[in-house]
């Protein structure tokens, strides 16, 4: 059975940094690209970021880019997206996905997704 569990998710101040992990199991993380994703209240799924499986080339939305870092740590099946300079428009609940098929900041083209963990960053 495929599950993607994120954790990590909490208050912050504007400045602040948060680690957010993405543990799976059920699948070889090797053979998938991970994307994360977030999506503020009365918004839409925004990509933030992904990690090709073939190479471990990276992609990050303009607006985090220079601030946000995704990893991957094979041996424990764990993705993380470190998060600097946190800003009060970065709060949103944030996802981890996993695609079979590419790297995308496109959320269609993932086939499994985790429950979201929130992210509130507020003086």
């Known amino acids: 059975q495929v599950q993607l569990v994120e954790s990590g998710g909490g208050l912050v101040q504007p400045g602040g940094s948060l680690r957010l992990s993405c543990a799976t199991s059920g699948f070889t993380l090797d053979y998938y690209n991970i994307g994360w994703f977030r999506q503020a209240p009365g918004k839409g799924r925004e990509g933030v970021s992904c990690m090709r499986s073939s190479d471990g080339r990276t992609y990050y939305a303009d607006s985090v880019k220079g601030r946000f870092t995704i990893s991957r740590d094979g041996a424990k099946n764990t993705v993380y997206l470190q998060m600097n300079s946190l800003k009060p428009e970065d709060t949103a609940v944030y996802y981890c996905?996993?695609?079979?098929?590419?790297?995308?900041?496109?959320?269609?083209?993932?086939?499994?997704w985790g429950r979201g963990t929130q992210v509130t960053v507020s003086s």
């Open positions: 996905a996993a695609s079979g098929s590419r790297c995308s900041l496109a959320p269609s083209v993932y086939d499994y």
